[in-house]
């Protein structure tokens, strides 16, 4: 079975730009969430979409978006990137069926913003 | 507030000894909590998990310790093994709820596993 596939794995953005990451989850798997990574922060939840609505939301501003297909991929949108914005943006899925479900991750994105 | 800890930021073992990575947490609603490993521009990878009605799970050469009345959870590798060598988050999530997707990580631990 395919893993989390991301794309693309590399963005070189400016500031004041938008960017639109896509994330396509584990087949059968209904729950794509997405975190930011940077050396400074670790680790932070952004959000997670589950059959097409935002189910949990992280604290980040409103230029971080996403949303999701009824195929269960997802996209998240960042609008009038910052310097700080500069991250690896991770998606992870899960099946969601309740209970204690494990999310697996893909590779990430890298954005750089200058 | 940083939920989830992880106080050594990097641990460095011989091949073949134990490697021990501890976690520390305060939301005492955790049920849920599960080790990634992480190699440079790769994301996550799900090494085990453990669920608040256990205090250990054992997969392999990685067993996972949990001590609710410590909030403290650790992970063990025995024997560790030049592979090993990566960073290891722990995270945690309320788990038996439906809909709570959200991990809440810690800041990762480098773990380097000398030959």
């Known amino acids: 079975k395919a893993g989390v596939t991301q794309t693309p794995r590399y963005l070189i953005k400016t500031r004041g730009q938008q960017v639109t990451l896509s994330c396509s989850p584990i087949?059968?798997?209904?729950?794509v969430s997405w975190y930011q990574q940077t050396p400074g922060q670790g680790l932070q939840f952004l959000f997670e979409y589950f059959s097409e609505t935002q189910r949990n939301k992280g604290n980040f501003p409103g230029r971080f978006s996403g949303r999701q297909f009824s195929n269960s991929r997802s996209e998240m949108n960042v609008s009038t990137l910052e310097l700080g914005d500069s991250a690896l943006y991770l998606c992870?899925?899960?099946?969601?069926?309740?209970?204690?479900?494990?999310?697996?991750f893909g590779p990430g994105t890298r954005l750089t913003v200058l | 507030d940083q939920q989830v800890k992880q106080n050594s930021p990097s641990l460095s073992v011989q091949e073949g000894r134990i490697s021990i990575l501890n976690c520390d947490y305060t939301n005492s609603m955790f049920d849920y909590f599960l080790w990634y490993k992480k190699y440079p521009a790769e994301g996550p990878t799900f090494l085990i998990s453990i669920s608040s009605i256990k205090d250990k799970n054992e997969d392999g050469r990685f067993t996972v310790f949990l001590n609710k009345s410590a909030k403290h959870l650790s992970l063990h590798i025995v024997p560790s093994q030049p592979g090993d060598s990566a960073v290891y988050f722990c995270?945690?999530?309320?788990?038996?709820?439906?809909?709570?997707?959200?991990?809440?990580f810690g800041t990762g631990t480098r773990l380097t596993i000398i030959p």
């Open positions: 992870a899925s899960s099946l969601s069926r309740g209970g204690q479900d494990t999310q697996y």
């Open positions: 087949s059968g798997h209904r729950s």
């Open positions: 995270a945690a999530t309320l788990g038996s709820n439906f809909g709570n997707e959200k991990l809440t």
